[in-house]
Protein backbone atom coordinates (compact mmCIF):
# COMPACT_ATOMS: atom_id res chain seq x y z
CA UNK A 1 0.00 0.00 0.00
CA UNK A 2 1.71 3.12 -0.86
CA UNK A 3 1.35 6.28 1.44
CA UNK A 4 2.04 9.34 -0.75
CA UNK A 5 -1.26 10.12 -1.22
CA UNK A 6 -3.29 11.90 2.15
CA UNK A 7 -5.79 9.53 2.22
CA UNK A 8 -6.43 5.49 0.30
CA UNK A 9 -10.05 4.00 0.36
CA UNK A 10 -9.08 0.00 0.64
CA UNK A 11 -12.77 -1.43 0.09
CA UNK A 12 -13.84 -5.03 0.02
CA UNK A 13 -17.18 -6.69 -0.70
CA UNK A 14 -19.33 -4.90 2.64
CA UNK A 15 -16.24 -2.96 4.51
CA UNK A 16 -13.62 -0.67 3.87
CA UNK A 17 -10.34 1.20 5.25
CA UNK A 18 -9.91 4.91 4.84
CA UNK A 19 -6.34 5.22 5.66
CA UNK A 20 -4.99 8.96 6.42
CA UNK A 21 -1.20 10.05 6.53
CA UNK A 22 -0.07 13.13 6.91
CA UNK A 23 -1.25 16.37 8.78
CA UNK A 24 -4.70 15.88 9.32
CA UNK A 25 -7.31 18.81 8.21
CA UNK A 26 -10.54 19.45 8.33
CA UNK A 27 -10.45 19.82 4.24
CA UNK A 28 -8.80 16.60 3.50
CA UNK A 29 -11.43 14.62 6.32
CA UNK A 30 -14.10 15.75 4.59
CA UNK A 31 -12.62 14.97 1.04
CA UNK A 32 -12.12 11.52 2.33
CA UNK A 33 -15.53 11.32 3.61
CA UNK A 34 -16.87 12.27 0.71
CA UNK A 35 -15.38 9.46 -0.87
CA UNK A 36 -16.43 7.38 1.40
CA UNK A 37 -19.63 8.34 0.71
CA UNK A 38 -19.60 7.49 -2.84
CA UNK A 39 -18.55 3.48 -1.42
CA UNK A 40 -21.25 1.17 -3.11
CA UNK A 41 -24.26 0.52 -0.47
CA UNK A 42 -23.64 -2.69 0.38
CA UNK A 43 -20.79 -1.22 2.46
CA UNK A 44 -21.55 -0.98 5.94
CA UNK A 45 -18.28 -1.38 7.76
CA UNK A 46 -15.76 1.60 8.19
CA UNK A 47 -12.26 1.19 9.67
CA UNK A 48 -10.82 5.30 9.49
CA UNK A 49 -6.61 4.53 10.32
CA UNK A 50 -4.86 6.99 11.90
CA UNK A 51 -1.50 5.96 12.71
CA UNK A 52 0.05 7.59 10.09
CA UNK A 53 -1.05 11.03 10.87
CA UNK A 54 1.41 13.42 11.79
CA UNK A 55 -0.13 16.65 12.67
CA UNK A 56 -4.03 16.98 13.95
CA UNK A 57 -5.41 20.62 12.72
CA UNK A 58 -7.76 22.14 15.17
CA UNK A 59 -11.17 20.99 14.31
CA UNK A 60 -10.54 17.95 12.50
CA UNK A 61 -11.25 15.25 15.29
CA UNK A 62 -14.46 17.22 15.71
CA UNK A 63 -14.90 16.98 12.00
CA UNK A 64 -14.28 13.28 11.60
CA UNK A 65 -16.42 12.44 14.44
CA UNK A 66 -19.03 14.08 12.65
CA UNK A 67 -18.86 12.62 9.58
CA UNK A 68 -17.90 9.25 10.70
CA UNK A 69 -21.17 9.19 13.01
CA UNK A 70 -23.11 10.26 9.72
CA UNK A 71 -21.73 7.84 7.15
CA UNK A 72 -22.20 5.06 9.90
CA UNK A 73 -26.14 6.06 10.71
CA UNK A 74 -26.42 6.42 7.05
CA UNK A 75 -25.35 3.30 6.04
CA UNK A 76 -27.00 1.38 9.68
CA UNK A 77 -23.65 0.19 9.90
CA UNK A 78 -20.00 0.74 12.33
CA UNK A 79 -17.26 2.69 12.16
CA UNK A 80 -14.13 2.37 13.89
CA UNK A 81 -11.27 4.65 14.28
CA UNK A 82 -7.29 3.53 15.15
CA UNK A 83 -5.86 6.80 16.49
CA UNK A 84 -2.03 7.77 16.01
CA UNK A 85 0.52 6.08 18.41
CA UNK A 86 1.63 8.61 21.03
CA UNK A 87 5.33 7.95 21.82
CA UNK A 88 5.57 8.30 25.74
CA UNK A 89 7.71 7.13 28.98
CA UNK A 90 8.31 3.74 29.26
CA UNK A 91 6.57 2.92 32.43
CA UNK A 92 9.03 0.09 34.60
CA UNK A 93 6.82 -3.01 35.98
Do not use: N
Not at 7 to 28: C, N, P, Q, R, W
Not at 51 to 64: F, H, K, M, P
Not at 69 to 88: C, F, M, Q, S, Y
Amino acid sequence: MSYTEPYTIEAHFDAATLYVSGAMSITKVIAAMHRCDALPERVRSLRVDLRRVTAIEAGACDALAFTTRRWRDVRGGATRIDLPHREGPSQAA
